[in-house]
Nanobody, 115 residues
Framework: QVQFVESGGGLVEPGGSLRLSCAAS????????VEWYRQAPGKQRELVAS???????TYADSVKDRFTISRDNAKNTAYLHMNSLKPEDTAVYYC?????????WGQGTQVTVSS
């Protein structure tokens, strides 16, 4: 099983940027699909982006052209590069694997976009 720890969140002004990291333990990281989710207060957790083991990516419409997901299998780490941040991006961000490799959710990392 792969375990994930998220980091890199913080307070940023609208229009700013952040890079989130998702550090994984376990020996299967390179073959799993990695997903970034977010959960805003009072809302359900939503899928933001995913990256396959071949590097193929998908994005939610709300973040397309602003967010970029990437992975470094040598470091067992995935990233979410977030640009042009908006107040509606404020949420706790989580990463996890898809399907058979899904793990218990971690604590996530808080992103707050505010002036």
């Amino acid at each position: 099983q792969v375990q994930f720890v998220e980091s890199g969140g913080g307070l940023v002004e609208p229009g700013g940027s952040l890079r989130l990291s998702c550090a994984a333990s376990g020996s299967f990281f390179s073959i799993v699909v990695v997903e970034w989710y977010r959960q805003a207060p009072g809302k359900q957790r939503e899928l933001v982006a995913s990256i396959g083991r071949d590097g193929g990516t998908t994005y939610a419409d709300s973040v397309k052209d602003r967010f970029t997901i990437s992975r470094d299998n040598a470091k067992n780490t995935a990233y979410l590069h977030m640009n042009s941040l908006k107040p509606e991006d404020t949420a706790v961000y989580y990463c996890n694997a898809r399907g058979w490799a899904r793990s218990p959710w971690g604590q996530g990392t808080q992103v707050t976009v505010s002036s």
